[in-house]
Each structure stands twice: as C-alpha cells, then as structure tokens.
C-alpha cells in the first residue's frame, strides 16, 4: 500500500482547503485510513478517520464541526474538506491506513505529508 497526501497551501484565517490522499496497491475499501498532523515542535496528533465500511468517523475535538474526511473509491482517495481554518490548524498533514483509531501506532502505512500553513 502507497500513500501521497496532496493539496496543501498557504491560506488565511477563515479559509478553506481540501487535502487529497491517492492509495494504491491494494483495495482503497479495504482499509480504514485516517488524517494525522504534526506542527513544529509538537507531537503528531490525530484528525480524523473513517471506518472501511464509510459507516463511522472520528474527529478530534479541535477540528469538530470543521473538517470532514470522505473516501472516493472510484477515484482511490481519501479527502479531508477544512473549512474555517485556524493558525492552530498550521502543521504537515499525513494520511494513513490501518486502523481508525486516534492513536498513530495503530496504523501501518503512511504517506508523505502536505504543508498547509494559515496565516492570521
């Protein structure tokens, strides 16, 4: 399983961004995947997940009522829509597969990261 997070930028305070993550090498559905980030000089902490059935989603409070994550499978993506972004929201954004639990070590596969940075 490979795994490329996509779709960073540069935005302001109130802005939104979709993050891309392309799978491949195995059965997109198959998986429950998750969103993790890691801003400078913090830990990596969870965002979000969803189940393989698309039946359950886990948000951290920070991001509650903000984020959305989806999973195209026709397309092989999961997606993270972030609306309202915040310069707490600064940090690379991961996506990863494995589990949808909001503890890192759970999942076994993780892409590279996409920089998003939100300027106050």
């Known amino acids: 399983v490979q795994l490329q997070a996509s779709g960073g930028g540069l935005v302001q305070a109130g802005d939104s961004l979709r993050l891309s993550c392309a799978f491949s090498?195995?059965?997109?559905?198959?998986?429950?995947m998750g969103w993790f980030r890691q801003a400078p000089g913090k830990e990596r902490e969870f965002v979000a997940s969803?189940?393989?059935?698309?039946?359950?989603?886990h948000y951290a409070d920070s991001v509650k009522g903000r984020f959305t994550v989806s999973r195209d499978s026709a397309r092989r993506t999961l997606g993270l829509q972030m609306n309202s972004l915040k310069p707490d929201d600064t940090a690379v954004y991961y996506c990863?597969?494995?589990?949808?639990?909001?503890?890192?070590?759970?999942?076994?596969?993780w892409g590279r990261g996409t920089q998003v940075t939100v300027s106050s």
């Open positions: 990863a597969a494995g589990s949808s639990s909001t503890d890192s070590a759970n999942y076994q596969f």
């Open positions: 090498g195995g059965n997109v559905r198959a998986w429950s």
């Open positions: 969803i189940d393989r059935s698309d039946s359950s989603r």
